[in-house]
């Protein structure tokens, strides 16, 4: 089993910053997918960004490529996201997922190839 933590999210103003930490533990070396999904009030899940460790790519989601910045320490077992230029549109439940297991590149945006999941922290972006 894995267990992950988020941390940092809060309330932030529009065109300003925050990071979010994730980190796992438990059996948590064979991770390969390290991933953020976010989901708004009244909203699906969708995915946000993820770490890939067997290619050693990332991915996002076009409503944050160029903005968001994620980044993973293998050593400490640990995602970030760095989320820049902030919009309210962003405000949303923001939650840390991993897989231990490779799967396909078309896959790696679907929350349902992911095993563990966080408890989610809430970032809120308003003036």
């Known amino acids: 089993q894995v267990q992950l933590v988020e941390s940092g999210g809060g309330l932030a103003q529009p065109g300003t910053s925050l990071r979010l930490s994730c980190a796992a533990s438990g059996r948590a070396t064979s991770i390969d997918m390290m991933g953020w999904f976010r989901q708004a009030a009244g909203k699906e899940r969708e995915f946000v960004a993820v770490a890939v460790r067997s290619n050693k790519n990332q991915y996002y989601s076009d409503s944050v490529k160029g903005r968001f910045t994620i980044a993973r320490n293998d050593a400490e077992n640990t995602v970030y996201l760095q989320m820049n230029s902030l919009k309210v549109e962003d405000t949303a439940i923001y939650y840390c997922?991993?897989?231990?297991?490779?799967?396909?590149?078309?896959?790696?945006?679907?929350?349902?190839?992911?095993?563990?999941w966080g408890q989610g922290t809430q970032v809120t972006v308003s003036s």
């Open positions: 997922a991993v897989r231990r297991g490779r799967v396909a590149l078309s896959a790696v945006r679907d929350g349902r190839q992911y095993e563990f």
